[in-house]
Every structure is written in C-alpha cells, then in structure tokens.
C-alpha cells in the first residue's frame, strides 16, 4: 500500500456517510407518490414504512454521535407528517454527517448496548446504503452505491463480517445467500445480509 492510500477502515464515519447519503439522497428525492405502498426487499415494509424507518434511523443516530439516549420505539409517521419529506430526509442526512463529524463522535463507546462508537456509525452507515437500495429497487430506479474509493461497501462488508452472527440471532439480517461468480461488491455486501440481490417486485 502505498503512503498515499487509505485503507478504508481508516476513513472516519463522517467520510463514509456524506459518500452514503450522497447516493441515497437522490433515491428518496425521486420516490414518486403513486409507490409508496409497493413492496420492498424488506418484507416487513412497503416503500412509505421503509422511508419512515430510514428516516428515524439517521435522526436517532445523530443523538448516538452525540452520546445521547436515542429511542427507536414506534416509528412517526414522517411521509404523512411532513408535505416536504423528501427534502427533510436530505436535511437530516446532512445533520446525520455533522453529528459523526464532531470531534470525539467517533471516541469511545455510545448506545444503550455500550457498543464502540466506530462500530455504531457503520451501523448507520449500513442502513443508509442498503435501504437506499431496497428504495431504489421497489420504485424502478437504478442504484449506484458510492464509488470504490470512498471505502464505503467495503467498511460495510468487514462490519457485516463482524456483526453477522449477533445480527442474524436478532432477526435483523438473514442468512446469507449465494451470489454468482463475478457479483459486484455491493451485492456480495446485499447477499452477506441476506438479500437477494436481483429482488424485483
């Protein structure tokens, strides 16, 4: 490696999440009104539930940047709440970046599980990625996850690594799929967490 390159474990969480939102941004701005009862690759939600989850992830976890309390109970209603939703998704995604961007967010261990702070932003990081996609394929779009260089699918792949086994007992990923040879690094990142990665509707 030479002295010039980054592994990408060692870009901060606030590099890695303006790489994420600046692709998954553009995916909630083009949700058009007539798909947000479709379905996604996630079962539990159709396209307005999964926009409403989204959106209450990258609120709460700007309160964990901060070592604050975060309170993932019943998701609001933010699509029937808020005419503007779209762009108050764009705002809390750049609020999302800030609150990771503060010295010391990435210091020591935040969240009712006391998990590494590090640990925690590339759980955030995740969901930014992988929901924008889950998003992007339930309304017809395209997805281009962030460029190689950002570091961003592969910090994902070496967390998901690591997250796996306790993530899948939690029901929160599923187990992992086959991928065909010459898959991308996204959908080996897709599979890894239990999703097909040619899912239509």
């Excluded at 209603?77 to 967010?105: I, N």
């Excluded at 998990?115 to 992988?130: E, N």
């Excluded at 992007?136 to 962030?146: H, I, N």
Aim: proline content about 8%; some cysteine; hydrophobic content about 40%.
């Amino acid at each position: 490696m030479s002295e010039n390159s980054t592994a990408p474990s060692e870009n901060s969480v606030a590099d890695l999440l303006k790489a994420a939102t600046t692709q998954a941004v553009p995916v909630v701005r083009a949700i058009p009104d007539d798909r947000l009862a479709a379905p996604t690759p996630c079962a539990e939600y159709d396209v307005k539930a999964l926009v409403n989850h989204l959106l209450q992830v990258i609120v709460q976890f700007q309160a964990l940047a901060a070592k604050q309390n975060s309170d993932f109970g019943d998701s609001p209603d933010y699509v029937a709440e808020t005419p503007d939703w779209r762009g108050r998704f764009a705002d809390e995604a750049g609020k999302l970046v800030a609150a990771w961007a503060a010295p010391g967010a990435e210091e020591g261990t935040t969240g009712a599980m006391d998990m590494p702070a590090r640990t925690v932003g590339c759980m955030v990081l995740l969901d930014l990625t992988v929901h924008a996609w889950d998003l992007a394929r339930a309304t017809g779009q395209d997805y281009e996850p962030a460029p190689e260089s950002s570091g961003v699918v592969a910090a994902l792949r070496e967390s998901v690594a690591n997250l796996g086994p306790t993530a899948r007992k939690m029901g929160v990923f599923g187990e992992p799929l086959p991928v065909p040879e010459g898959a991308s690094e996204l959908e080996r990142l897709l599979a890894e967490t239990g999703r097909n990665p040619r899912w239509t509707p």
